[in-house]
Structures are given as C-alpha cells and as structure tokens.
C-alpha cells in the first residue's frame, strides 16, 4: 500500500495506464450493454428521459395499432442489432460509437429528435441511461485496474 506522500507517483502511473490502454476490449464488451439499453427503450415506450408520446389518431387509423417505432422493425434492428440494416458501431482504440446510417434508415434522426413541420413528436430511442453508463464504468474500471497492476 504507498504511503500518502507516494500519491503523486501512484497517480502518474494511473495516468500512464490509462492514457495507454487499449479500450477495445472493454468497447467490445460494452456495446452488447449499450444495444440492450436501446432495446429497453423501444420494450419500454420510453426512456430515463421520460415516455414517448402516444400514437396519433390519424397513425393508428393508417397503419392500424403497433408498438411504438416499430412497424416494420427496421428502425428496432438498426439500432439494437450488429446485423441490422443501418447500424454502425466503431471500436477503437480509444472510443466507441454507434450510430444508425441515415441512408438506410432516413427517418431514424426525425423519429428520435422529433420533426415539428411534419407534427412529429421526439421519442427518444437513442439514449442510454444510468445503468449502461454504471456498467460501462465498472467494465472500463477492471480493464485500466488490470494495466496499472501491470504496471506497478
């Protein structure tokens, strides 16, 4: 255990550690969490954030009663699954993304944010709440835990 006067020796070997760990193992890892996270959502109706809006009279009349944002389960598919059509995850080094490509899934960005000209409220899919964000802490936590051991 260092004693308190090696603290700023310990915490520049934190530092190192983390700023040269690979994360792309923890990514990996997280990612599954992250597309559960998204899935609660749509099984949900809603996030963290709050509810989705009802559907409108006039949806239900047209496409008759579904699930919210999922009709034909393409927009579902993008952003929960690695093989659905439109989605987009990068692992790298140092940072993840995951995204839903526009051109596969044009209405996904106005389906999430909202689209006021066309009376659209936001239901927002694409969020993740605390317990992605705690997870993802505790995965990142044993991965620069293991590289400080190793560097010590």
Known sequence: MPYVEDMPALMGRVKRAISASDLSPAWADIMPIARHG??????DGGSHLGPWPPHAPAT????????????SGRLYQ?????????HIEILDVREAAVAIDLAAVPYARA????????N??????????????????GILRKLVHTEIVGAM
């Open 120 to 137: 659209l409220p936001a239901r927002t899919f694409f969020v993740l709440g605390d317990f992605v964000a705690v997870e993802a802490a």
């Open 111 to 118: 389906q999430n944010e909202g689209y006021p000209p066309g």
């Open 60 to 71: 239900v009349r047209r496409y008759g009663p579904h699930p919210l944002l999922i009709l």
């Open 78 to 86: 993008a952003a929960t699954s690695t093989a659905g059509p439109g």
């Open 38 to 43: 998204f899935a609660s959502n749509f099984a």
